[in-house]
């Protein structure tokens, strides 16, 4: 059975950091490419960031980019986004994404193109 099992969400104040993680089991995790994606009420899935199964090419939105990193300890089939520098526009639940890639090298930014999820693990970033 496929799992991913998100965590490491919580309350913080503007500024702050957290760190998630997501854990996966039942798949060959470095056969896949992982992401993160993010949907805060009323509004649509952003994916926030992705990363290679070779760990070799990284993708950020525009509105993480330099406070987010993304990676992945294949050994523990673990998929990490370390948050800092926190804003309240970064509150939503986030959630963990795998889909498997014959490419090392690449990552996918879309949604649709990914076959298993986690279950979301809630940010609430106080002003």
């Known amino acids: 059975e496929v799992q991913l099992q998100a965590s490491g969400g919580g309350w913080v104040q503007a500024g702050g950091s957290l760190r998630l993680s997501c854990v996966t089991s039942?798949?060959?995790?470095?056969?896949?490419?992982v992401g993160w994606f993010r949907q805060a009420p009323g509004r649509q899935h952003e994916g926030i960031s992705c990363?290679?199964?070779?760990?070799?090419?990284?993708y950020y939105a525009d509105s993480v980019k330099g406070r987010f990193t993304i990676s992945r300890d294949n050994s523990k089939s673990t998929l990490y986004l370390q948050m800092n520098s926190l804003r309240p526009e970064d509150t939503a639940f986030y959630y963990c994404?795998?889909?498997?890639?014959?490419?090392?090298?690449?990552?996918?930014?879309?949604?649709?193109?990914?076959?298993?999820w986690g279950q979301g693990t809630l940010v609430t970033v106080s002003s």
């Open positions: 990363i290679s199964s070779a760990d070799r090419s990284t």
């Open positions: 039942g798949f060959t995790f470095d056969e896949y490419a």
């Open positions: 994404a795998a889909r498997e890639t014959s490419d090392s090298r690449r990552f996918y930014l879309k949604p649709q193109e990914y076959d298993y």
